[in-house]
């Protein structure tokens, strides 16, 4: 609700596409930067009190939107200046909270555990933004962020209730950026892993941009409003949502290389043929098929990666995850305002669904078909 109304937000005030990338590379540009301090958190303190410390923060940041709103002294700085505070949370939030799911869970049921924790994220996607949507055409963009405020309380409880076994971290020596490098040459060596992230890195900083465009395509391009851009952002969180539940189902995770290559390549061709609809229902139906194919190769990627990396790397090698992945949206956020302010939001689009399309075919030609057998068999749990 709060992503939804914090977009609309700004693309009300300024009717700027640049000013949309600028914004979206304020909420991701502290991952990109302090991701390596956010593992090396993980692997060196408490997991479990670093998830309730973070989930506190975006609860105090979503308070001080809403304030701001109601009392009708919200402008674009301040939605810029939140999104940043909320990516530095973030930025410490990804790799703890991944990190942290080992100790809920048994390894063999960590790939389950994933996509499960992924459905549910994809899961208030699909509640969310309808949700916001009629809340900002019927009430006030305000309660969208007092919502979102509340809704921290739940979590935060939820979060101290529980009774995690005794985890013993182990010392972690050197500095963070170090550590870093440490958990990036571990990442890099394996060739799975650097497969597979380089792959989500492309997505994320070209393919997942789409969601910077939509209220423009909602307003401008389908001229469906505020109630078609929750629309336009439910349909993929519907998608993803399954995407997420289809992945969390799979009895058995050998070949994750081809699934990952298959749903890029998905991904891309419906990217360029959203860029190109002007009917909403085809661009709505395409963005759920975005979504499911998305989500799944996050999903396909994170458990390559968990399922590799030993216990003394994992909140570092996360990092480089959450780096690879989320840390560099902001660098696409803002090439993709440039972009759209001079050719235009469709015409960027198909560009950018190209381009993955294009890496999506190296990785099948230059991963899957040629190392099929050991890709394989080394993505497997276990392998």
């Not at 597979?196 to 994320?204: G, I, K, T, Y």
């Not at 590799?308 to 902001?330: C, I, N």
Request: charged residues 10%; contains cysteine.
């Amino acid at each position: 609700m709060q992503s939804t109304a914090q977009l609309w937000l700004v693309y009300k005030l300024t009717n700027s596409a640049a000013l949309l990338g600028v914004f979206g590379f304020a909420n991701q540009i502290p991952i990109l930067v302090l991701a390596s301090v956010g593992g090396y958190v993980g692997d060196r303190y408490n997991r479990h009190v670093g998830v309730i410390w973070t989930q506190t923060a975006s609860m105090i940041l979503a308070f001080t939107l809403a304030g701001l709103t109601f009392a009708h002294l919200l402008q674009v700085w301040h939605l810029i200046l939140i999104a940043f505070l909320v990516g530095i949370v973030n930025a410490f939030d990804v790799p703890i909270r991944q990190a942290f799911l080992v100790q809920m869970t048994s390894r063999e049921d960590l790939p389950n555990a994933i996509a499960l924790n992924s459905s549910m994220f994809n899961a208030a996607r699909v509640v969310g933004p309808p949700i916001a949507g009629f809340v900002i055409a019927y009430l006030h963009e305000g309660w969208c962020f007092f919502l979102n405020g509340a809704s921290f309380v739940a979590v935060i409880l939820a979060l101290l209730a529980m009774r995690i076994p005794k985890f013993e971290v182990k010392p972690v020596l050197g500095s963070p950026v170090r550590n870093f490098l440490e958990g990036f040459r571990y990442a890099m060596s394996d060739m799975p892993t650097r497969s597979a992230l380089l792959l989500l890195s492309v997505l994320s900083l070209f393919g997942l941009q789409y969601s910077v465009f939509l209220p423009i395509f909602a307003r401008d391009v389908l001229h469906h409003g505020a109630l078609g851009f929750s629309i336009l952002l439910s349909t993929a969180g519907v998608g993803a949502a399954l995407g997420a539940l289809q992945f969390a189902a799979r009895t058995s995770f050998k070949g994750l290389a081809k699934w990952i290559a298959m749903m890029s390549v998905i991904c891309a061709v419906c990217l360029i043929v959203f860029s190109e609809s002007r009917v909403f229902w085809l661009s709505a139906a395409v963005l759920f098929v975005v979504g499911f194919a998305a989500t799944s190769l996050m999903a396909a990627t994170n458990t390559t990666v968990q399922n590799r990396v030993p216990d003394e790397l994992r909140g570092r090698v996360m990092a480089v995850y959450a780096t690879m992945f989320m840390g560099v949206q902001p660098i696409g956020s803002l090439i993709a305002g440039g972009v759209a302010k001079h050719i235009g939001a469709p015409r960027t689009l198909a560009v950018f669904g190209v381009i993955v399309l294009m890496a999506s075919l190296v990785f099948v030609f230059r991963v899957v078909m040629r190392l099929r057998p050991a890709v394989g068999a080394a993505a497997a749990p276990g392998g």
